[in-house]
């Protein structure tokens, strides 16, 4: 038997005990053992809760269990998290956690204490919820180069896009209706400023190049600026617009954006609608594959943390050898890639003026808006920053992924 303390027993927490014991008996025999939730650390009190007499209020409970041996973390945030991670492998205990926050900061810390400990730190759940990405860049593609990682990483700001496209809603209403149906936070700057999503590509930017790529280092922007009109615009050039988070090596130089993207109507992510999550992987032997699914949601990403569980127990005693270093990993530029450019302007704007900053363009018109849109030649971040400058107001620029 072994023995298992969560800590959080919020929407995850709750969907991780739920898992382990609605499916105890499969599990049990997938891992050779029985796995018990012995502990729960939370500071509520949960009357009527078949669960209520395992929740503890302070860490020292299960700190000082001698019969804990995974810890699994659901609390979210760096703190109090971090503290009692770290401490919990330090005392030689495996942990499993869905803290994307925790990962993308201390991942390369607490993978290394693992080690020294011969103990685990697994954290599939902590990009894409349900969706099985972590191990197979971590072990199904490790004979590969990994040169482009692109994303749909958040579930939240992908309903709203997909709502907008197909209805014609303007932003404000589908954040409205997002939140009315529990897919958007009452705060919900992590999801629709990108943050969330920048957190995600730095786990797997640093999981697949091995070193620490920190997420203030990746150039981020939200979907607020993007318009129903942007949308007209975006079918008249067969494309769509996703916020993704990419990252990918050109030139021996490595490059890491978040951002909403034009894509083509045809490209793998194009079919990625509403919640649903996809991360798109090219290495440089396996060419190119997707991971699908559900990004969030309290049973999916439950699923993903148990399967951690699973594997804790399957390797007790045993570091399953993941390569993140601290060292940390500097990103190029992204200013000095070369990519395309769509851009809205006023209609007072002349072709005449837009080329003589821009050079040649492709004009783009749709019914009923009365604007000067144009497509872009080939040009750097600067370039185009510097082209922009040269105007009053930039109604809108939307990047085209190449």
């Keep these: 038997m072994v023995n298992v303390a969560v800590l959080g027993y919020g929407t995850i927490g709750a969907g991780v005990v739920e898992v382990l014991q ?42 000082e269990d001698e019969d804990i041996q995974i810890v699994v973390e659901c609390m979210g945030g760096l703190e109090p998290a971090y503290t009692f991670v770290k401490t919990a492998l330090l005392q030689g205990r495996s942990v499993a956690t ?10 390369a810390e607490l993978i290394g204490i693992a080690e020294e400990k011969k103990v685990n730190f697994l954290f599939e759940a902590s990009v894409g919820g349900g969706i099985p990405i972590i191990r197979p860049l971590t072990q199904c593609l490790t004979a ?25 809603a303007d932003f404000d209403a589908v954040l409205k209706e997002a939140q009315e149906k529990g897919y958007a936070e009452l705060h919900p700057e992590a999801d629709i400023e990108g943050f969330d999503a920048c957190r995600k590509i730095a786990i797997l930017t640093s999981l697949a190049y091995g070193k620490q790529v920190d997420f203030e280092d990746i150039h981020t922007e939200g979907i607020t600026n993007i318009t129903a009109e942007d949308f007209l615009y975006a079918r008249a050039m067969k494309k769509c617009i996703k916020l993704l988070g990419k990252s990918w090596s050109d030139d021996g130089k490595l490059y890491a954006l978040v951002c909403p993207m034009l894509i083509d109507q045809y490209h793998p992510l194009a079919g990625v609608k509403d919640v649903f999550n996809a991360i798109f992987v090219h290495g440089n032997m396996v060419d190119d594959t997707m991971f699908y699914g559900q990004g969030a949601g309290r049973r999916p990403t439950a699923s993903a943390v148990a399967a951690d ?45 837009v080329e003589k900053a821009f050079g040649p363009v492709e004009p783009v018109q749709v019914e009923g808006v009365v604007e000067t849109a144009f497509v872009t030649g080939i040009m750097s971040e600067k370039e185009y920053h510097a082209a922009a400058d040269q105007f009053d107001t930039i109604l809108n620029m939307i990047r085209i992924d190449v």
């Design 309 to 353: 569980v699973v594997d804790c127990v399957k390797h007790m005693g045993t570091h399953i050898k993941i390569i993140w270093e601290q060292e940390k990993l500097p990103l190029s530029d992204f200013g000095d890639f070369r990519r395309r450019y769509f851009v809205r302007m006023p209609k007072e704007v002349s072709l005449d003026a």
């Design 144 to 168: 590969d180069v990994i040169e482009e990682i692109s994303g749909i990483l958040n579930g939240t700001t992908n309903y709203m896009l997909t709502k907008m496209e197909e209805e014609g």
């Design 22 to 63: 609605t499916n105890a008996d499969s599990i049990e025999k997938k891992a050779g053992e029985r796995i018990v939730v012995k502990r729960i650390l939370d500071l509520r009190e949960f009357p009527g809760d078949p669960n209520a007499d395992k929740v503890v209020h302070d860490y020292k409970v299960i700190e």
């Design 98 to 107: 869905s803290n994307k926050e925790l990962v993308a900061k201390y991942g």
